[in-house]
């Protein structure tokens, strides 16, 4: 089954607006000089999403953001909610990414409540889960990944509101990548995770990213594997041009 695939950026905590802006303008005109066959995310810091919104204005790259409370208002200070970044123009969130689930200690269950409420208020979804080193050197990253699916994925999760990135940490932002034949194994389970707890339509139509140091370099091989649906994209998306050089391999 052809599913499109999705570029998406996770600026991290990166950027002043000047930056920023010119990061973003960059990428929203380089994306309407050339036709292509995927869709397009940036995942700003809070601090940019509306000056980021206005920068890609009458493109079609979409605006996320990097993580959201479940809380739809309230007594949470320094956190946002799914209705604020909604009301910044935002349609989708990133949840659940390693650096999230390592330095505030976010389990499987706090992740799914996120989804769950960003769903509600409208917000499409990227819930990250990849293993870390000694879990791959002991042979457990299927088992971990299984694990992660069936604990952060919602029961509510559909294709249209979710897109799962499997991001083995030990890749991230460290220049080493697993083999082609170990991403698609890892994602070939990660969808048949997926097809046991949402069902194979939904399974079939879902979009499963790989992230960890993925840059122009590498972008053919990996966006050509079968389940591999797209690419979360971190230090290679504060260049615009490597952004859209890894963009220009993802055909269907
Ligand atoms: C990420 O942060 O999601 C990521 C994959 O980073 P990098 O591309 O820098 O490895």
């Known amino acids: 089954m052809p599913r499109k695939k999705l570029i998406a950026g996770n600026w991290k905590m990166n950027c002043l607006s000047a930056e920023g802006t010119a990061l973003a303008k960059a990428v929203a ?10 869709d397009f995310l940036i995942c700003p810091p809070f601090t940019l999403l509306g000056l980021v919104k206005k920068c890609l204005r009458g493109s079609k790259v979409a605006l996320g953001a990097q993580d959201v409370h479940f809380a739809e208002k309230g007594a949470h200070t320094g956190d946002i909610s799914p209705l604020m970044l909604k009301d910044l123009g935002c349609t989708y969130v990133i949840i659940g ?5 390592v330095d505030h200690h976010e389990t499987n269950e706090l992740i799914n409540k996120k989804a769950v ?12 889960i990849g293993e870390t080193e000694a879990q791959r050197n002991a042979g457990e990253t299927i ?5 992660q699916i069936s604990g952060s994925v919602p029961a509510d999760a559909d294709a249209k509101n979710t897109v799962i990135a499997y ?5 991230i932002g460290t220049g ?26 939904i399974a079939n139509k879902m979009r499963i990213l790989y992230g960890g140091s993925v840059k122009p370099s590498n972008a053919a091989e990996l966006l050509s594997l079968p389940d591999v649906d797209g690419a979360l994209i971190g230090g290679a998306s504060l260049k615009a041009d490597d952004f859209i050089a890894i963009a220009k ?3 269907k």
Not at 97 to 101: A, F, G, L
Not at 117 to 128: E, F, M, Q, R, S
């Open 29 to 38: 005109k380089q994306t309407k000089e050339t036709k292509f066959d995927c």
């Open 97 to 101: 990414h390693s650096e999230r689930r």
């Open 117 to 128: 409420a960003a769903h509600a208020a409208g917000l499409n979804t990227v819930i990250c």
């Open 143 to 147: 088992k971990v990944c299984q694990k």
């Open 167 to 171: 991001e083995p940490i030990w890749a």
């Open 176 to 201: 080493k990548t697993p083999t082609s034949a170990d991403v698609q194994e890892v994602h070939a389970a990660i969808r048949a995770a997926l097809n046991k707890k949402l069902g194979k339509t």
């Open 249 to 251: 391999n993802a055909t």
